[in-house]
């Protein structure tokens, strides 16, 4: 990609060992973007993401281990980080779900769920965002989901940790507002909130609804409950979004939860 606007700088991207969050460590790289990944997985996938990530145009990839259910790990890992390099840009997006009803649901994942959905992008903002405002260029984007605007059944925990993370994330926009200026960029905080996007996450939805037939049965019934374009996303298509957010003419655009859904919660 010859539009390298992101060259000299460097984004953390959370849960980028897989689908969304790989796809946009993916696509910042391409504009020239040192890329912090982080996330579980095997050595093997942590290597394949890693070396994705160069291979898409980053100048430099690492990895930065941290269990984002335990802030003493996150302090630790935004620490290795801002040591390697200042922090431009840092996407929250590592998640993940569990859908059963209320009365179901262990309180084990709704801790897990709350820590990582939630809490984790609280720790990381609050240590991002003041050398983000010193230097008078910044950008938050964290992944929500349709389910920080609208509910769903079954998903007690993961409504509540994006209904959560949009308002975090406005309350954020408001104390950055002024930081920086028009030709410095600015520091901006804004929610990207996808509907169905093809990625390992949704498999246990998928697989609930076959009923006997093909995965492609199971996509097709996921679609039409929700989704009116019967298209899934790509985890690439919320990467150009993200990339968007990034440019210097993004600048006051702040505090917004942006839907990316197919009409989900147009309805
Ligand atoms: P995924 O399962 O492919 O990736 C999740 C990532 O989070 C992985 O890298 C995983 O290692 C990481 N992660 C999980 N637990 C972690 C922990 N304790 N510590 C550190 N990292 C951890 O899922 P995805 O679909 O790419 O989801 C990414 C984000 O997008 C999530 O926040 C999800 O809620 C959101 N989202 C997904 C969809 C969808 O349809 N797939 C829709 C709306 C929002």
Same mark, same amino acid.
């Given at each position: 990609?010859?539009?390298?606007?992101?060259?000299?700088?460097?984004?953390?991207?959370?849960?980028?060992?897989?689908?969304?969050?790989?796809?946009?460590?993916?696509?910042?790289?391409?504009?020239? *973007?040192?890329?912090?990944?982080? /996330?579980? =997985?095997?050595?093997?996938?942590?290597?394949? &993401? %890693?070396?994705?990530?160069? !291979? #898409?145009?980053?100048?430099?990839?690492?990895?930065?281990?941290?269990?984002?259910?335990?802030?003493?790990?996150?302090?630790?890992?935004?620490?290795?980080?801002?040591?390697?390099?200042?922090?431009?840009?840092?996407?929250?997006?590592?998640?993940?779900?569990?859908?059963?009803?209320?009365?179901?649901?262990?309180?084990?994942?709704?801790?897990?769920?709350?820590?990582?959905?939630?809490?984790?992008?609280?720790?990381?903002?609050?240590? *991002?965002?003041?050398?983000?405002? /010193?230097? =008078?260029?910044?950008?938050?984007?964290?992944? &929500? %989901?349709?389910?920080?605007? !609208? #509910?769903?059944?079954?998903?007690?925990?993961?409504?509540?940790?994006?209904?959560?993370?949009?308002?975090?994330?406005?309350?954020?926009?408001?104390?950055?507002?002024?930081?920086?200026?028009?030709?410095?960029?600015?520091?901006?905080?804004?929610?990207?909130?996808?509907?169905?996007?093809?990625?390992?996450?949704?498999?246990?939805?998928?697989?609930?609804?076959?009923?006997?037939?093909?995965?492609?049965?199971?996509?097709?019934?996921?679609?039409?409950?929700?989704?009116?374009?019967?298209?899934?996303?790509?985890?690439?298509?919320?990467?150009?979004?993200?990339?968007?957010?990034?440019?210097?003419?993004?600048?006051?655009?702040?505090?917004?939860?942006?839907?990316?859904?197919?009409?989900?919660?147009?309805?």
């Amino acid at each position: 990609m010859n539009d390298r606007f992101l060259e000299g700088r460097t984004a953390l991207v959370t849960g980028s060992t897989s689908g969304i969050g790989l796809a946009i460590a993916c696509r910042l790289a391409a504009h020239g *973007a040192r890329v912090a990944l982080n /996330g579980l =997985g095997t050595h093997e996938q942590i290597d394949a &993401a %890693s070396t994705a990530v160069r !291979v #898409a145009g980053a100048p430099d990839a690492r990895h930065f281990a941290a269990d984002l259910r335990d802030p003493a790990q996150i302090e630790a890992m935004m620490a290795e980080v801002a040591s390697w390099s200042a922090i431009d840009v840092l996407v929250n997006n590592a998640g993940i779900q569990h859908a059963v009803p209320i009365a179901d649901m262990p309180v084990t994942k709704w801790n897990d769920i709350l820590a990582i959905n939630l809490s984790a992008a609280f720790h990381t903002m609050r240590l *991002a965002l003041p050398g983000m405002a /010193g230097r =008078g260029y910044g950008r938050v984007v964290n992944i &929500a %989901s349709v389910h920080g605007l !609208v #509910a769903s059944k079954d998903k007690a925990p993961y409504v509540a940790s994006k209904f959560g993370v949009i308002g975090l994330g406005k309350v954020a926009a408001l104390e950055y507002a002024a930081a920086g200026s028009r030709d410095s960029g600015g520091v901006t905080v804004n929610c990207i909130c996808p509907g169905w996007v093809e990625t390992p996450l949704i498999e246990p939805q998928v697989e609930a609804r076959r009923n006997g037939g093909s995965r492609e049965d199971g996509v097709r019934a996921l679609l039409a409950e929700k989704q009116p374009s019967l298209r899934m996303s790509l985890p690439e298509d919320i990467g150009a979004m993200a990339a968007w957010l990034c440019r210097r003419e993004a600048h006051n655009v702040t505090g917004t939860a942006m839907p990316i859904d197919g009409g989900w919660t147009a309805q």
